[in-house]
């Protein structure tokens, strides 16, 4: 649209055009705050709320974020946090799959809960709070669990899955959906003071390798919990991995597994290889 | 003969982080398990200079093995 174009270069100031300034677009074209964002993106021209991203992410990227559709499946401890940031940084579009409600143990880690929030779907309180901070994002809220009968239908169109589940067995069937409908995978991964990050691109293989000796049951934190600071930096470094993917630069951890030890403050990255690579198959 | 053990997370509590430790001559992964008493089944991940390995793999003298617990939560 021609017109909203002139506008939105006219009223731009040093490249940079207001909040305001979007509302007043969007109503007096009566388009989508969405089509405010990509349009202003596609003038080169920033929406000020992302100045501070500017110099990390040029505008050109920016584009290419809100361009980019991230699934985050679960939405509790890992998921919250990605969700907020994903939509922070302009991501836009966000869809957030859990078939849950919030329960009173939520409320130590779990971003999007809160008291007056207790028996509402995560997804809901996902879309109320995406909505409240940036509505040019689209949070598209699913809720229902993923399954490998649902996989192909969840991810149409898709360009990055976020792993935030806490279940073995459903996240080698995710890995495993990935891997077959051709998607980047960003897995993350806590218990108590410990968490593990990595992404897992198609015929790599490497969640499997990680629960290489998974038989049955829940990992440590069972016994351990997840404390509010666990959950915050493995999500972040999720939606790290999410950004880079969807820019197309820098160095994703594609075969490398980020061991996390909040407790000794260690970061060790260990090399994933699959047996096959070992033997030079 | 000597191998290198590093322990990730939860299994260092009671043992230790990283030990040079020696052993008879081809023990298996599987007798270095049952020696530092980790139960079978919070392994989620074996490696020998980084390399995935199982239990019954004999270990060498200057082998580096490491253990992982299973993390899963969200």
């Known amino acids: 649209m021609e017109e909203l174009r002139r506008y939105l270069a006219g009223e731009a100031k040093d490249g940079l055009i207001s909040w305001a300034t979007q509302i007043e677009a969007a109503a007096r074209f009566r388009v989508s705050l969405a089509r405010v964002e990509e349009t202003a993106l596609d003038l080169a021209i920033l929406p000020a709320r992302y100045q501070r991203n500017r110099q990390a992410i040029s505008v050109g990227q920016q584009l ?16 919250g946090y990605v969700i907020e940031e994903l939509s922070r ?20 880690r779990q971003l999007l809960s809160s008291p007056a929030r207790l028996g509402q779907a995560k997804v809901e309180a996902a879309a109320a709070r995406i909505a409240e901070i940036n509505s040019a994002v689209t949070l598209v809220p699913v809720q229902a669990a993923y399954g490998t009968e649902n996989a192909v239908e969840l991810f149409q169109d898709v360009d990055v899955v976020v792993d935030a589940l806490d279940s073995v067995p459903t996240r ?55 404390p509010s600071f666990t959950p915050a930096v493995i999500a972040g470094i999720q939606t790290a991995e999410v950004c880079k993917l969807l820019m197309g630069t820098g160095d994703t951890l594609r075969n490398r597994q980020l ?17 096959d690579c070992a033997i030079g198959q | ?29 599987g007798e270095v398990i049952r020696e530092l008493q980790i139960p079978d089944t919070e392994i989620s991940m074996i490696m020998v200079n980084g390399r ?11 082998d580096s093995l490491a253990f992982f617990p299973l993390v899963a939560g969200g």
């Open chain 2, 52 to 62: 995935h390995a199982a239990p019954d793999q004999q270990l060498r003298d200057g």
């Open chain 1, 64 to 79: 290419k974020l809100f361009r980019g559709r991230v699934a985050v499946v679960g939405c509790g401890g890992l998921g």
């Open chain 1, 89 to 108: 940084l302009g991501v836009g579009t966000i869809i957030a799959i859990d078939p849950d409600f919030f329960e009173e143990h939520n409320l130590n």
């Open chain 1, 172 to 226: 080698l069937a995710l890995a495993d959906s990935c891997d077959g409908l051709g998607l980047p995978l960003v897995h993350g991964a806590i218990g108590g003071w410990f968490g593990q990050v990595t992404t897992q691109f198609p015929g790599d293989r490497t969640i499997r390798l990680l629960y290489d000796r998974w038989v049955e049951g829940k990992g440590l934190e069972q016994q351990m919990g997840n």
């Open chain 1, 259 to 275: 061991c996390i030890n909040l407790l000794t403050m260690e970061f060790e990255e260990v090399e994933l290889s699959s047996p």
């Open chain 2, 1 to 29: 003969m000597n191998v290198t053990v590093k322990l990730f997370a939860t299994f260092r509590f009671g043992r230790f982080a990283a030990a040079t430790r020696h052993y008879p001559p081809s023990t298996s992964i």
